[in-house]
């Protein structure tokens, strides 16, 4: 098989998957690069003032969290941000979150029974972006911490003077994503699948491939492979 | 064929440890207030000894009314599950009597035989399903990742022991990529945990169960159904044979006594 390097990105129709494939999660990308400078400059403020809490953390994102649903051409589930590990000063871990079709904020018991540590530092919408420094487009998952449904959650970090202080995220579910871009695959007539990089099928426009099985090895000899650019994302075209 | 409905999709997440203190709807009230605190007690989510959050947050956390939070503490006050202490480091507690452990054996015993063997079959099937679904679609360094935290747990800390296992079980489930049976295995691995809590008070057998546990992640990891499955069949017999022989050896446990005031659950 053969890796071809991703056609130039475009913002109109798209003349390739790849690039509307690209163009779709890099919405999600560029929307939240702007929030994490923009949140990066007021929890450096917040912090001069006092140690930040859970409670004034919370007010910080709120806004911008709840503004990300409407703002995006997206089917956007959830949004916000995750508190570093030991970055707070009244939790070892916070997630300001909100969800679902109420938006509602998401408290999980953990935080708000014994303030004992939830560890998220190995999963993978926390661990790329803080290894990496990096935005990520992380999954497709089961998300059983939050949403409890098949999920992609793209996280981008944010740094206070060069130190990783959490990640602002939003959630999409595959099967939101399925309706959105399944028809608009198909337009291309070819036998087309978007897989992560660990080779699992996000969606694909052939009912034989299911959402969820993993291309790789010698399964990949059959499909022309295109890298999506800036995200662990790649279109399989079937030859 | 019909279709039941799947897990409500508000933004309420049913996950094991969290579920205990989630939003609760407006159909719940007092009464779903206090089993969801009652079974977290009994199951040995909540110790002995801790604190509970304080009426306004455990409202809050709930999604009711104060008065609805303060009636459910009530109820749990008066069935001596709770106590509540006054002054500047007061608030509700988890009572010393509520010992897991006893709850559990004595559940273990007043339920017969053909209904423990019943669940044991369900938590199976589901189980299985996802054991053999992750072993297709799994890759080896997720499976990694889950034995690398299990190796990190300190097993004398029993509690620590029972939560790092369910996380793992769940974990492994959540790789099937189906989010309706991560979903049943959440459920299942919270009515289940209460009772693989009382192997792991006998040393040998949660070594014994440790390997089990370890015999699917290594089958997992290497892609293989069949094998997967066979090693799930294999720790769920253990599993059950030990806790009919459990049962068996407490049959004659005389009735619990109430654990305080009131007339107990």
């Known amino acids: 098989m053969s890796i071809h390097p991703a056609p130039p990105a475009s913002r109109t129709a798209a003349d390739h998957p790849v690039e509307l494939v690209t163009e779709y999660f890099g919405r999600a990308l560029d929307a939240l690069d702007d929030w994490r400078g923009r949140l990066a400059v007021e929890i ?37 941000f995750i508190a570093a590990l030991d970055s707070l000063a009244d939790a070892n871990s916070h997630l300001a979150w909100w969800q ?67 990640a602002v995220a939003l959630d999409l579910l595959i099967d939101q994503v399925e309706r959105h871009l399944t028809p608009q695959l198909a337009a291309f007539g070819d036998d087309i699948s978007i897989v992560n990089g660990v080779g699992r099928v996000l969606l694909s426009t052939s009912p034989a491939r299911e959402t969820g099985d993993t291309i790789r090895g010698d399964d990949l000899a059959g499909f022309e492979r295109f890298a999506c650019a800036g995200m662990a994302l790649d279109v399989l075209i079937a030859r | 064929m019909s279709l039941r409905s799947p897990a409500p999709r508000s ?6 440890h969290s579920a205990v ?23 040995g989510v909540l110790a002995a ?14 999604g009711v009314a104060p008065a609805t939070a303060r009636e459910a503490l009530l109820a749990l006050r008066e069935r001596g599950l709770i106590v509540t202490r ?69 097993d004398h800390d029993l509690a620590h022991w029972r939560r790092a296992s369910d996380d793992a079980v769940i974990e492994l489930a ?75 050896q407490h049959a004659a446990l005389p009735a619990l006594a109430p654990v305080g005031p009131g007339t107990g659950p």
Not at chain 2, 25 to 42: F, K, S, T
Not at chain 2, 49 to 62: D, K, N, Q, S, V
Not at chain 2, 174 to 179: D, F, N, V
Request: with cysteine; hydrophobic share 45%.
């Open chain 1, 44 to 80: 450096a403020t917040a912090r001069a003032d006092a140690p930040l809490t859970t409670d004034r953390l919370d007010a910080l994102v709120e806004p911008s969290a709840l503004a990300l649903f409407d703002q995006l051409d997206l089917p956007v589930y959830g949004s916000g």
């Open chain 1, 100 to 166: 679902g079709p109420e938006r509602a904020q998401l408290v999980l018991a953990a935080q708000s029974v014994n303030k004992e540590h939830i560890d998220y530092s190995e999963l993978e919408w926390y661990r790329v972006p803080f290894q990496t420094g990096r935005p990520h487009v992380a999954g497709p998952y089961v998300d059983y911490l939050c949403s409890d449904e098949y999920t992609i959650t793209v996280a981008a970090p944010v740094h206070v003077d060069d130190e990783f202080v959490g």
């Open chain 2, 11 to 16: 933004g309420k997440p049913t996950r094991l």
């Open chain 2, 21 to 43: 203190f989630q939003p609760i709807g407006d159909e719940g009230r007092a009464a779903l207030v206090e089993r969801r605190i009652a079974e977290a007690i009994m199951g």
């Open chain 2, 49 to 62: 000894g801790e604190r509970l959050p304080a009426e306004t947050e455990l409202a809050a956390a709930f």
């Open chain 2, 86 to 154: 006054r002054g500047r480091n007061g608030g509700s507690f988890i009572a010393d009597s509520a010992d897991p452990v006893r709850f559990a054996t004595r559940a273990l015993v007043d339920s017969s035989r053909v209904t423990l063997r019943d669940a044991a079959q369900h938590y199976q099937a589901i189980t299985a399903a996802c054991v053999e679904l992750a072993a297709r679609r799994a890759d080896p360094g997720e499976i990694e990742m889950i034995i690398a935290r299990l190796d990190r747990v300190d």
């Open chain 2, 174 to 248: 959540a790789l099937s990529q189906s989010a309706r049976l991560t979903r049943e295995q959440m459920r299942l691995q919270g009515e289940f945990s209460p009772l693989l809590a009382l192997i792991d008070t006998d040393p040998t057998a949660r070594a014994d169960a440790r390997a089990h546990l370890r015999a699917v992640l290594a089958a997992v990891a290497d892609g293989d159904p069949t094998a997967s499955v066979q090693a799930l069949r294999a720790s769920m017999r253990f599993t059950v044979d030990w806790l009919i022989a459990y049962r068996e």
